[in-house]
């Protein structure tokens, strides 16, 4: 019975799936929006890159203090945690029931690194092309699985997030005490901020319980009417994922405790490669990650890039990081990032061909 239920259950949510693809698209936004909101975010990003150069007065000398090795080392970091998302997202791919390769998740996670960093859009756009790519392979019937696989990912990758940095906060919280009164105290607020975030996380986790409160659902069965039921099969969708709870719990563990863990590297790696700068703990390191990770998530700047830059250089100065140090950094995180970023354009290169098939059957 349990598995007749799944199965029904998993038709409708196929069927659904097959009338929102049919519902004809909107209307495509225009060139001149597209290239208003390219040029703003551009500027944002630049302008908060200059003015780390300007109010540390770094030369271009101060970035050969920097051990190469460690450069080279940072850019394989950030390459190993992009692939290890990879694999995460092929499992949810897989849970979802849809028929994909994971050499071709794999293909599309890099080409949606690619597009995160080189798209208005930011992290949001990289996923939209994802999502895009992959839908036209796929039968209609998957086609919402497809888009709510990367939902998930999203989901796992932010609860993991919030975790480390309330985590390695709390390991830190010695240093955190030393730091000057306004930038603890807008660290502290921040964390506050997470914690509530984190709580939301959760909930959406359960969020298809809602439905069997009559209060919530009175308000969700509007929200269907006025969205031709795009809140229940949502709600479907995740209870389905849920069912595999270990999975999820399993990823959100192995993401906070190794892929952040690896993303933090590469700040301690330049840190600690830094000519004549004392040794670095990896925590702190790891801290200052974090922080600048959650912020770049914040939509605004151009892939994130110059709000990670910015959080970055004010906790290295919070910790006591020199100016040449807490400005070099900070660029050279971002610098290895878009290199990361622009060999992943090979896989959209060498993918051209494929996307050309067709839905696969």
Known sequence: MNEEKQTLEQQQLESASETSVAEPEKAPEPAWKKALKFILKFGVSAGILTYIVCTRDIKWQDFRLVNPWCIAA???????QLTLTGVRWFTLLRTAGVNCSFREAFSLQMQGMFFSQFLPGGSVGGDVVKAGILATRTPPGGKFNVVFSIFVDRLCGLGALLTALLGTCLICHAEIAQFPEGQRHGLLLMCAICGALLCVVICVFFSDLLYKVKFFKFFLDIGDR????????????????????????????????????????????????????????????????????????????????????????????AMGFTDTESGVIPILVTVVTLLVALSCAVFFIFDRGRRRKGPES
């Open 74 to 80: 940072a850019f394989l970091c950030i390459y190993l």
């Open 226 to 317: 006025i969205t031709k039921d795009t809140f229940k099969r949502a709600a479907s969708a995740m209870e389905l994922y849920r069912r595999s709870w270990k999975l999820l719990v399993g990823w959100i563990v192995a993401t906070t405790l190794v892929f952040f863990p690896v993303l933090g590297t590469p700040v301690w790696l330049l840190a600690n490669g830094f000519d004549g700068a004392p040794r670095r703990g990896f925590l702190p390191c790891l801290m200052i990650s974090n922080v600048s990770q959650t912020i770049a998530a914040i939509p605004g700047s151009f892939g994130g890039t110059g709000t990670r830059d910015i959080a970055c250089a004010e906790m290295m100065t």
